[in-house]
């Protein structure tokens, strides 16, 4: 059964003609929701379906998804819907998107002005827009000094290690022009209610002018992130906070770097 097998990358074989993407990838698909060992003993005990190779863990990508609609999403808390009009915000010059994959949100709204980057190569190609995609991390930005105009961070730092976070900051400002700006959005985790559900999710509606996208976001209960922890980030790195605002779970702020 499993002859006619090739690697595709460091992280997806093909069997038979079928991509199966491993428990990294898969990591990431989940949007680090569940952690590499979560996911493997839901392979153990079958609520994920997949084959063994070479020893490690693989599923299709059918398979990942019912998973997700089975389990996955019934494990979610959904705030009220919050809209967040993307028409209001001025993105100039050359702008990077970082976490740029997925719906690739900034891509959309600013298409061929965008250069969007994103670790997973999966999350590229799946983002409907015509900027260009570059497969990278943001922690070690692979461009030169006072690059971009305009550096975008949409709904991206939440999974990101809180340990990365200084690095990630560092680079913007390294690649980012003097007079630049870097526009973050975000969400704060509330206060847990009585629930047993363990991960907290806001489903959003971006206005992008031409049309308005339905997504969402969401993480664990417990991180500490919130508006102060990216301030003070920001002010630590060399940045100047020139706008701020707070809408309901979710936060914006505009920083320069002068």
């Not at 609609?69 to 915000?89: A, G, P």
């Not at 339905?214 to 002010?235: A, E, I, N, Q, V």
Request: glycine share 8%; proline share 2%; with cysteine.
């Amino acid at each position: 059964m499993l002859n006619n097998r090739k690697i595709l990358s460091d992280s997806m074989k093909e069997v038979d003609r079928v991509k199966y993407y491993n428990v990294s990838e898969i990591f990431g698909m989940l949007h680090n929701r569940l952690s590499q060992d979560e996911i493997k003993d839901h392979f153990r005990t079958g609520k994920i379906h997949g084959i063994k190779i070479e020893d490690q863990w693989y599923a299709k990508k059918e398979a990942i998804d019912e998973f997700e609609e089975e389990v996955i999403n019934t494990d979610i808390y959904f705030s009220e819907l919050h809209q967040i009009d993307l028409t209001k915000i001025q993105l100039k010059g050359r702008i990077l998107d970082i976490g740029g994959g997925g719906e690739g949100i900034i891509g959309q709204f600013a298409g061929p002005h965008v250069i969007s980057i994103d670790p997973s190569e999966r999350e590229l190609k799946e983002a409907p827009s015509d900027c260009v995609k570059i497969i990278m991390n943001g922690k070690d930005l692979k461009f030169l000094d006072d690059t971009f105009d305009s550096i975008t961070l949409f709904f991206t730092m939440m999974y990101i290690p809180i340990s990365d976070h200084n690095k990630v900051f560092k680079e913007i400002y390294r690649v980012l022009k003097s007079k630049g700006n870097l526009f973050l959005w975000e969400l704060t985790i509330p206060k847990r209610p009585e629930t047993d559900k363990d991960i907290f999710a806001i489903k959003l509606e971006v206005d992008i002018g031409d049309k308005k996208i339905s997504t969402g976001y969401g993480t664990r209960w417990g991180k500490k992130f919130d508006m102060g922890h990216y301030l003070d980030l920001g002010k630590r790195i060399g940045f100047k906070i020139i706008e701020k605002e707070v809408n309901g779970e979710t936060f914006f702020i505009k920083y320069l770097k002068d």
